[in-house]
């Protein structure tokens, strides 16, 4: 099993509305991947945060290999996701294990 943790930061420019609104966005294309994707165990995105923290979205994501991932990667709905994900965020950290 291969865990895909990924950990944004959205853009300053956003208001507070737009980053609610860009959470809400994310987590609802994202999650709609699950049972769609080849290898993909599960896939969760955390937007409810505690003040202390000093990213804004979480993905929480496992697949059964390497391989899984790489598919997912390159999967045409999973970009069309990341490529929303991407237009909202200024900062992105990944940990794959």
Same mark, same amino acid.
Request: hydrophobic share 45%.
């Given at each position: ?10 853009? #300053?420019?956003? =208001?507070?509305?737009?980053? =609610? ?9 994202? #999650? ?14 955390? =937007? ?15 697949? #059964?290999?390497? #391989? ?14 990341? =490529? ?14």
């Amino acid at each position: 099993m291969v865990k895909h943790i990924i950990l944004w930061k959205l853009k #300053e420019t956003l =208001t507070e509305e737009e980053k =609610t609104a860009a959470r809400a966005e994310a987590k609802r294309r994202l #999650e709609n991947l699950n049972g769609k994707i080849d290898g993909m165990i599960s896939l969760k995105v955390v =937007t409810d945060r505690l003040p202390s923290s000093n990213a804004d979205m979480m993905l929480d994501s496992e697949f #059964e290999s390497v #391989e899984a991932l790489a598919g997912y990667q390159v999967n045409p709905l999973h970009v069309e996701a990341a =490529t929303f994900v991407r237009s909202v965020v200024e900062a992105r950290l990944c940990l794959d294990f």
